[in-house]
């Protein structure tokens, strides 16, 4: 927010100071800076295009300078050429109008980028756009139920995999991006981040669902075994970092080599993921110790 409030207004600002730069006189001779008229055009048409069409905040801001500075050549030199390009006080009426028009292509992208920045935390918030296999816990009856029987009918493997954020990374990794925002919305934010990241990466068969008052995720992956969730939960973790910048904490169980039911599945995965947390525990005190006796 406290970004995109200082990119509106250093647009702002500059824009004003370009509608109001031929008032200025310089000396005893007046109307020395005569900017043309296409320029001033130009120049809205560059930030709106930025703000309002998604697709060019994605293009790098230098072939969006180079771009602009194409097509101001262009109506300077074959369309709008009633007056010197090079020459005398009009050299330096062609420096200003392409100073002018570099600083709004940077401004504008920045106001883009900000804004697309805050359209995402909304999103992320509110977690819109996901597909339908996200849902919560309570409305995952139907689809758990049939994977099940689907499972026990065609007697292949299922797993479902327990996904916790670890509160520190994710105090970091929110208070980077959107801060300023309520504490309470931090958890959520990221939880609902790492649920829009899961829905693209995962396959099209497995189904997402949400605990957010255990703070948890839950994923359940029909025709997966211990094996293949091992190597998901293993890629969870590294996209989650990569791309979000948080730790997860991660527990599984397989149907039915550890339990046939889901409420069973649930409860292994919760104990291997107590071990999992406990076992990570203790190596970080054993480097604490290492460390500790290694400066001493």
Not at 142 to 157: G, H, L, N, V
Request: charge should be negative.
């Amino acid at each position: 927010m406290r970004n995109l409030r200082l990119s509106f207004l250093l647009l702002l600002i500059f824009t004003g100071f370009v509608l109001n730069i031929e008032r200025l006189d310089i000396g005893p001779q007046t109307d020395i800076i005569n900017i043309q008229s296409f320029h001033y055009i130009l120049l809205g048409i560059v930030a709106l295009s930025a703000i309002i069409i998604p697709a060019l905040r994605r293009v790098p801001i230098g072939y969006a300078l180079i771009f602009w500075m194409a097509v101001y050549l262009v109506c300077k030199l074959v369309v709008f050429r009633d007056r010197p390009f090079l020459s005398g006080i009009y050299l330096y009426l062609t420096i200003t109008e392409i100073v002018f028009l570099g600083i709004m292509v940077l401004l504008s992208h920045r106001v883009a980028d900000d804004l697309y920045n805050f359209e995402n935390m909304i999103a992320n918030l509110n977690l819109t756009g996901v597909s339908k296999r996200v849902m919560e816990f309570a409305d995952s009856g139907d689809s758990i139920a049939y994977e099940f029987i689907r499972s026990r009918r065609y007697q292949t493997p299922l797993s479902v995999l327990l996904i916790k954020l670890e509160k520190q990374s994710i105090r970091k990794n929110i208070d980077q991006s959107i801060e300023g925002l309520f504490n309470e919305m931090l958890t959520r934010y990221s939880s609902n981040s790492l649920v829009r990241l899961l829905d693209k990466e995962l396959r099209r068969t497995d189904l997402i669902i949400q605990q957010p008052h255990k703070n948890r995720l839950i994923l359940l992956f029909p025709e997966t075994d211990a094996e293949g969730t091992n190597t998901m939960m293993s890629r969870i973790r590294e996209l989650a970092k990569e791309v979000l910048g948080v730790t997860i904490s991660c527990g599984f169980a397989t149907f039915p080599d550890e339990a046939i039911t889901f409420d069973e599945l649930v409860k292994r995965a919760e104990n291997h993921f107590r071990i999992q947390s406990m076992y990570l525990a203790d190596l970080v005190a054993d480097e604490v110790d290492k460390i500790s006796v290694h400066e001493e």
